[in-house]
């Protein structure tokens, strides 16, 4: 199918740039040495009861402290009245907008904050800023009201898909084009719900054996969408050629990480990818089956797929090589999920990696706030909160959380290779020239006629510049 674009979705419940604003809140709020914060210092230095007391004054009762007397008088009730009005402002909005009275219910679970040690190398100190953000600003919740500085800080509409963004398809196929999954002819498995695989993934040099290594294990899997969205701007047509080899049914995205989250450490990685998943399945108005985030780098037995097809709201199981503690997994008591043991916990109250649960979309269309914010870290905290989740309703899987179906296993990222091998070789002499082609193409080595360490070529153990044995 050529390219198309799909209509953004309406009404606009929250935006990215909203979002961003919010990390940054925290950051200022954290650190307060920006222009804003020093601004808000000011105002309280004006106004605050506190102030007064610090500089040695005595609180203010009415009419009683000579520095509030006269003129004073006027400014000292006009500040009690905004301190009011401010407090109350902070109190309704905590209560309509913080994450905890976000879902439909309260699961009653506490946010232990444990020792901050973020998983994947994430920066400390930025995640202890965000929990305190998180805790300190209420208005920071991103799937529902958000307070815009682009609006003056007007608080938008709660209503409304949180989920606004162009999505570009650049080719898919609905259709299932294996004749046999493991043992049994396609059509054996006609009635099993469908299984949305989400996979974002990202230009580098090991994308492509990625994606090839996931592709053979998803092969095994009957009824299998695979959603893959790609974090680049344009499409890329070896990818498209890729994918439809494959005869999976399958979608493929462009879905860009927003230029003003490139810089950040961390970046939300795999963001705007499962952004673009959740909009093709709203626009496509999916409402069976079973959504699952599955990164391209991670490691999937396939009983993984028998367990979670059954999913009636959300499922949770082990992911194996999580963190410190190389795991993160429900505590399960009775089969029931109580609790959760993951090295991170961050105010999180789903601390859970993103292969370590799936949703059906039943249950998820129920939700039109359904959103995964740009905040490292948090993004399955804040998505499942989005969803409205209670512990209660959660299904252990994976024999009641004891067996470990996913491992998040990681692989190098290094830069793509470039070697310095004369263009005149790369004809039909020989085979590199072909296969130095296909490298590029996956992003993996480039041939140059001017960088890069020269390719050396050997023979009987003794090695020539490759002049030497191509010429
Ligand atoms: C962990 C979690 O397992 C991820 O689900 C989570 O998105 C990520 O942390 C995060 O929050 O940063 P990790 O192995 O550290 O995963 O991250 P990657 O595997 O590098 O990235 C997660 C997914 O996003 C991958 O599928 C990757 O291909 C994709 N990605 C990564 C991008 O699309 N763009 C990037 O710039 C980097
Ligand atoms: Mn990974």
Known sequence: MP????????????DDNDERWAIEDDDEQSSGRT??????????TRCYPQQLLATGDQLPSMGMAPRLRGAGTCRRSY???LLLIVVGVCFVGYFFVSPQSAGRGDDGAEDANGIYEPHNGKGKRRHLKLILGMQMIPHDHPFKATISKRNHGRIHSTTGHALNEPLHICSESPEDRRVYIQDKPRSAYAQLPVIYFVTPTYPRREQIPELKRLAYTLLHVPRLYWLVANDQERCDTFLDTLLSGFGIPYAHMASPMPSEFRK?????????????????LHQQNITNGVLYFGDDDNTYDLRLFSEIRQTQRVSMFPVGLIAEYAVSVPVVRDGKVVAFLDSWVAGRRWPVDMAGFAVSLAYMSQYPNVNMPYKPGYEEDLFLRSIGLRIDQIEPKGANCTEILVWHTQTKNK??????LNSEFLDGRSNLGALFQSLKLMGVASASDTEGPVAMISKNGKSKSHSFILS
């Open 3 to 14: 390219s198309a674009y799909y209509q953004p979705l309406e009404p606009q419940a929250s």
């Open 35 to 44: 222009e804003r914060s020093s601004q808000y210092q000011h105002l309280h």
């Open 79 to 81: 500040c009690i009245m």
């Open 264 to 280: 950040s450490k961390p970046a939300p990685r795999g963001v705007a990818n499962r952004r673009a998943a959740l909009q093709w």
């Open 415 to 420: 830069k793509s290779a470039v070697v310095r």
